[in-house]
């Protein structure tokens, strides 16, 4: 069993969404609730999606259970991760998803990784940075009187600012536009720079896949909907 990439989601939706995604382009995808106590059942899987119950969940219990998912991915030889949360970055000033990137860099001691929320399908797209939801920024959605995750900024930049320890940058649609080389190329100035966070423009399906084809050359630490933390 060889695992290529070991995913996981705040929640079981998320968790849903992705590994039906990973399935429709190819890839034998295991779903699990919760991190198992064994891998008993992955079968031949090529990628792992965890669903687990961290979206609003306090931070530190968030951060505890995403590590777990992720030293238990680790042991299984996963070699590419993903953090999968709600494509409208659901989430409040002070986390989930700045400090379980966070933690999960550490873990991996790693330097870099995407942020791109966009899920095309869903009409949820990224451009200039800006999380848009159909044709709206995402503060001027419904998302803007969330109960408990109320979102009145569209700034994925300055969400992760606010969020995160590390520095974050942009890497525009018209970087992704020009192709792989070239995103790649974005990707390696950000970490030349001592920027840990790419957030990254995406408009279409063929973004996604530019982003992911660079990402993939490098291997980045990657999550998100579509390819990114996120």
């Not at 777990?68 to 970055?89: D, P």
């Not at 095309?120 to 990224?126: E, Q």
């Not at 792989?180 to 966070?197: H, P």
């Amino acid at each position: 069993m060889t695992i290529l990439l070991g995913c996981i989601a705040d929640d079981f939706t998320g968790a849903t969404d992705l590994a039906n995604t990973l399935m429709q382009r190819g890839m034998r995808t295991v779903q699990t609730i919760g991190v198992p106590a064994a891998d008993n059942g992955l079968g031949d899987a090529e990628a792992v999606v965890v669903a687990l119950k961290s979206r609003t969940s306090p931070v530190a219990d968030a951060v505890k259970a995403s590590v777990a998912a992720l030293e238990w991915l680790r042991g299984l030889g996963a070699q590419q991760f993903f953090f999968k949360y709600c494509s409208t970055f659901d989430s409040t000033p002070n986390g989930n998803i700045g400090p379980v990137a966070d933690a999960l860099l550490d873990a991996l001691g790693a330097d870099f990784a995407l942020v791109c929320p966009a899920f095309p399908a869903n009409a949820r797209t990224v451009c200039q940075g800006e999380l848009f939801v159909g044709e709206q920024l995402l503060s001027d959605s419904s998302m803007k009187d969330h109960p408990l995750t109320p979102m009145r900024d569209s700034n994925l930049v300055r969400l992760m600012v606010a969020q995160a320890q590390r520095r974050v940058g942009l890497v525009p649609f018209t970087t992704v536009d020009a192709g792989v080389k070239a995103t790649t190329a974005a990707f390696e100035s950000l970490r030349s720079a001592g920027i840990s966070y790419g957030v990254v423009d995406a408009l279409t399906d063929s973004h996604l896949e530019i982003i992911g084809e660079a990402a993939s050359a490098h291997r980045l630490v990657t999550g998100g909907s579509g390819v990114a933390l996120g």
